[in-house]
């Protein structure tokens, strides 16, 4: 789970953020990152899609096998299907989960990076 960026700063819902899951995900089944309120810890209220997963139609990878998913209150040109909506005035968290987690998850040859704020 992050509530924070790259630098430490608390996700905030009127920026554009990036997070980049690096190729060959160690799952049997799928993952998802989600998206909740920081002060509720609950689910953005009114908004449309709270999460985006591998399962996801449309979810665009890149030529090396990386996703590179975007949380914010607008969504990139052309990124939509990556993009998950926040909403200004308010924080939030990023619930990254892995379903049937395998070896280098736990060994730690394969971690997940940083949110970084978008540019």
């Avoid at 190729?23 to 689910?43: E, F, G, I, K």
């Avoid at 060994?107 to 540019?119: G, H, M, Q, R």
């Amino acid at each position: 789970m992050s509530t924070k960026d790259k630098h430490g700063a608390p996700l905030d819902g009127g920026k554009a953020y990036k997070l980049t899951i690096p190729a060959n995900v160690p799952v049997t089944q799928y993952w998802s990152a989600v998206v909740y309120d920081r002060a509720t810890h609950a689910l953005i209220r009114d908004v449309a899609s709270p999460s985006k997963s591998s399962q996801t139609p449309g979810l665009q990878v890149n030529e090396d096998g990386t996703v590179d998913l975007y949380f914010g209150p607008h969504a990139p040109s052309g990124k939509e299907s990556n993009w998950t909506p926040t909403k200004a005035g308010g924080r939030f968290e990023v619930l990254f989960r892995l379903y049937g987690p395998q070896k280098p998850l736990f060994d730690k040859t394969w971690t997940l990076p940083d949110i970084v704020v978008a540019n």
